[in-house]
């Protein structure tokens, strides 16, 4: 994950205390925030850019502290610019007090980033559920997961603290099902088949990802569901295990068969005329992060997707 923009970061705090026994148990962010008097979002932004470390060792934001540990932050609270709603159309599947599940069409930006400050889903979320601002980071507030801008598919977002914290955790367990439809070149070797190789960010293009033995574990499942021999692709069925950028486009690439449309890795070739990558986010399953109701939703192909296996298919 990324820090909010800003250039008003100075030299490290001296913030470090030992975990006293009130604060065993708790989470990083949490504990950090409480002794410091920072926000939960602010604290959060510090743990994403590696800078608060417990014992001498970087650690995630989520990681549950031991009384007697000695935790060090290294860095201050960025200031970024404020966000705002603005009227950006959000498509949203479901709803309640905690969660939110939405459709989010290709072109759509998750969040602001660098070239995109306004017209993001995040714009659009805060002018429907101003209570999101509070929740989770503050330069992506309610987002425990993102799509890709040229993706189409289902997100959950979190509309409650106590939901923000527990999707952040299960996605972490690998307990939210992540199902995406994917038309690949060519035709896999195996109908089924498990692509386990680490990501990292491209030693030479600092806008893409690559398979890295020094980057973070990734684990693609895919499962051959069509074949079409002219031109040769396959649709596929694939599962997320873990949630790295660009994941499903990059592992896919690299056992020789890109995503169709995906120009960033080798996926744009004659024969098929697609402007963006055929990856749709088709099915969403998780435990309710407050409840622990079973919730399961399902998004069809958009058009575009769907005309071109039409075409395919006669």
Not at 87 to 100: H, S, T
Not at 260 to 267: F, P, Q
Request: charge should be negative; proline fraction near 7%; hydrophobic fraction near 40%.
């Amino acid at each position: 994950m990324t820090a909010g923009d800003g250039d008003d970061e100075t030299g490290p705090p001296e913030e470090a205390f030992v975990v006293p026994d009130a604060l065993a148990g708790q989470r990083v962010d949490r504990a950090v925030a409480m002794v410091t008097g920072w926000s939960r979002a602010e604290v959060q932004a510090i743990a994403d850019r590696g800078e608060i470390e417990v014992d001498g060792r970087v650690v995630a934001k989520s990681r549950k502290l031991t009384a007697g540990e000695r935790v060090e932050v290294l860095g201050r609270p960025v200031v970024a610019a404020p966000l705002g709603p603005e009227p950006v159309a959000v498509d949203v599947v479901y709803e309640d007090p905690d969660v939110i599940v939405v459709l989010k069409p290709a072109g759509l930006v998750v969040h602001p980033g660098a070239g995109h400050d306004h017209g993001t889903l995040v714009h659009g979320l805060l002018a429907r559920y101003p209570e999101v601002d509070a929740v989770g980071a503050a330069d992506r507030p309610g987002i425990v997961h993102r799509l890709d801008r040229e993706t189409s598919g289902l997100m959950v977002v979190a509309r409650s603290e106590a939901a923000y914290d527990a999707l952040v955790d299960a996605l972490a367990a690998r307990e939210v099902t992540r199902e995406y439809d994917a038309l690949v070149w060519g035709h896999p070797e195996n109908p089924r088949g498990v692509v386990d190789a680490p990501i990292g960010r491209s030693a030479t293009r600092r806008t893409r990802m690559a398979v890295r033995s020094e980057g973070k574990e990734a684990r693609t499942v895919y499962e051959v569901e069509e074949w079409f021999g002219q031109p040769e692709v396959a649709r596929l069925g694939c599962r997320l295990e873990t949630g790295r950028t660009h994941q499903i486009r990059v592992h896919l690439s690299a056992i020789g068969h890109p995503v169709v449309g995906d120009g960033a890795y080798g996926g744009r070739r004659p024969g098929i005329d697609l402007d963006r990558p055929f990856l749709h986010a088709e099915r969403l399953a998780f435990a309710h992060p407050v409840t622990g109701e079973p919730l399961e939703f399902r998004a069809p192909l958009p058009a575009d997707l769907a005309d071109l296996l039409q075409t395919l298919r006669a």
